[in-house]
């Protein structure tokens, strides 16, 4: 279905946008960077709906206790963020249950191959090889559901989000080419600088939550004397000038998360830290982050505290959600046969 005809899918002239991040270990400087910045600065041109992806979560083991805290922690830090939850639908997944019910359908519409080619799948399967559940394997057919339910257009997401994009497009067209137009097909929106945040002691792979050495990220909430150490203690090279160069794995880490915070140019960044030594560039780097995020550690403070406004947000966009998730599941259900409910 081209975008241009998709015009019936729009909510108040708007287009749809959905996004989430998996509770499955605290949000990183990398999951602030690559995803939750771009969703606040969307809010205003899109109908938005992000999610506390806690279906997803248990596809590696979580303490209930542990999973029950976090998830409330994320939706609050989305919020401390500055995502407004009267102009975005921001909720649980597990709370909206058509996102497992589309989930079962489309698994009977991928094929297996496909998801035998999903990297995310491979990688997670050598971290975890005592527990290759089925759900691992299945991920991003809930995760298209996920995006398909709410027929959007753009899903901002990190670079590593990308195949599942695809794969989620393949399944709308092949389901659209069987059935006739039914569900919207997605764009990806990725930032053209830090949509790949590198762990800061081993920058050959991206900064991930749940990363067994916790100085390889930054966390969110993390108190700005721990940001500092922790930048001041990333790996950098033998070398002494501050260079952009895929030689400098480490400095040009830094120099990304420098230019993404700041949105200068990474020329005149390196530019400006000339004849320096990597020292410098860290110890304004610390101030840089502990600055652009202070305010959402202050907001996370006071919301935490007010489980009563938490829960009465999560209540009510979780229903505007199903509101929109249930209309799309009918249309699904009716194309491929279902009998309706009397
Ligand atoms: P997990 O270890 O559970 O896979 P994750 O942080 O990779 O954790 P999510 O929390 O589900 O996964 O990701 C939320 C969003 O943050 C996604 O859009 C993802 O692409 C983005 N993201 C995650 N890590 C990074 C990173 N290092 N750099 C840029 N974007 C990232
Ligand atoms: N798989 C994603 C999280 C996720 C998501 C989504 C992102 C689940 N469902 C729908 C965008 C849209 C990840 O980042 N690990």
């Known amino acids: 279905m081209a975008q241009e005809t998709n015009s019936k899918y729009l909510i108040n002239g708007k287009q749809n946008i959905l996004s989430g991040s998996a509770p499955s ?6 999951n602030f960077i690559g995803a939750i910045r771009q969703w606040g600065n969307l809010q205003n041109e899109y109908n938005c709906y992000y999610m506390v992806v806690d279906l997803h979560s248990i596809t590696t083991r979580q303490d209930p206790k542990v999973l029950r805290e976090r998830s409330i922690s994320f939706f609050a830090q989305y919020l401390a963020a500055g995502l407004d ?29 496909d998801l035998t080619r999903m990297t995310q799948f491979k990688d997670k399967s050598v971290k975890h090889p005592k527990n290759i559940n089925a759900g691992l394997f299945t991920y991003p057919v809930l995760m298209a559901a996920d ?30 080419n ?54 001041k203690s990333a790996t950098t090279d033998s070398g002494t000038t501050i260079e952009y160069t895929e ?80 209309k799309t599941l009918s249309r699904v259900y009716d194309k491929i046969g279902f009998v309706p409910k009397a």
Not at 85 to 103: C, D, G, M, R, Y
């Open 178 to 231: 069987e059935f006739g137009e039914t569900f919207v097909v997605p764009e990806p929106f990725i930032p053209k600088v830090g949509g790949r945040v590198m762990a800061l002691q081993e920058p050959s792979r991206k900064m991930d939550k749940s990363d067994p050495n916790q100085n390889n990220t930054v966390f969110l909430l993390d108190e700005p004397k721990v940001i500092e150490k922790k930048l």
């Open 247 to 326: 030689e400098k794995p480490g400095v040009k880490n830094l120099l990304e998360i420098y230019s993404s915070l700041s949105e200068e140019k990474i020329d005149s960044i390196v530019q400006k830290f000339e004849g320096k030594m990597y020292g410098h560039l860290k110890v304004d780097l610390a101030s840089l982050v502990v600055e652009k995020t202070q305010h959402i550690r202050d907001e996370y403070k006071r919301l935490i505290a007010d489980k009563n406004f938490l829960h009465s947000v999560m209540k009510e966009n979780a229903e505007r959600a199903s509101a929109h998730a249930d």
């Open 147 to 176: 995006i398909l339910l709410y027929d959007c257009h753009l899903v901002p997401v990190g670079e590593d989000q990308k195949q599942h994009i695809e794969l989620t497009r393949d399944i709308a067209l092949r389901f659209n």
């Open 25 to 30: 270990g605290d949000l990183t400087l990398g």
């Open 85 to 113: 939850p009267k102009k975005n639908t921001i909720f649980f997944q597990s709370h909206v249950s058509a996102h497992s019910e589309l989930a079962w359908i489309l698994n009977c519409f991928t094929p297996y191959g």
